[in-house]
């Protein structure tokens, strides 16, 4: 069973920063895409950021020049690196992998909280 973990969400004021991480464990191996998504109070679900096994990135605009995405995927980890977070950065943070090409597979991990609020 492959299970994703998030970690690292939590309160910080607007001008801050946050990085987080998810952990895939469980029988899955060269994960093509990994990716964060986020969901906002009243929103739907929306990309944040993404990257595949050879390290091509892709980040919507709303985030673009403020965070960075990385994987490690030797330790089948990912990051992702929160700087200048505005109040609409606000939302449930969500992981997920997948393949590059095709739906062998589709994981989310549960979400981990970010609120910048002063």
């Known amino acids: 069973q492959v299970q994703l973990v998030e970690s690292g969400g939590g309160l910080v004021q607007p001008g801050g920063s946050l990085r987080l991480s998810c952990t895939v464990s469980g029988s899955i191996f060269n994960i093509g895409v990994m990716g964060w998504y986020r969901q906002g109070p009243g929103k739907q679900r929306e990309l944040a950021a993404t990257?595949?096994?050879?390290?091509?990135?892709n980040y919507a605009e709303s985030v673009k020049g403020r965070f960075t995405i990385s994987r490690d995927n030797a330790k089948n980890m990912m990051y992702l690196q929160m700087n200048s977070l505005k109040p609409e950065d606000t939302a449930v943070y969500y992981c997920?992998?997948?393949?590059?090409?095709?739906?062998?597979?589709?994981?989310w991990g549960q979400g981990t909280q970010v609120t910048v609020s002063s």
């Open positions: 997920r992998v997948r393949p590059l090409l095709g739906d062998e597979y589709d994981y």
């Open positions: 990257i595949t096994r050879g390290g091509n990135k």
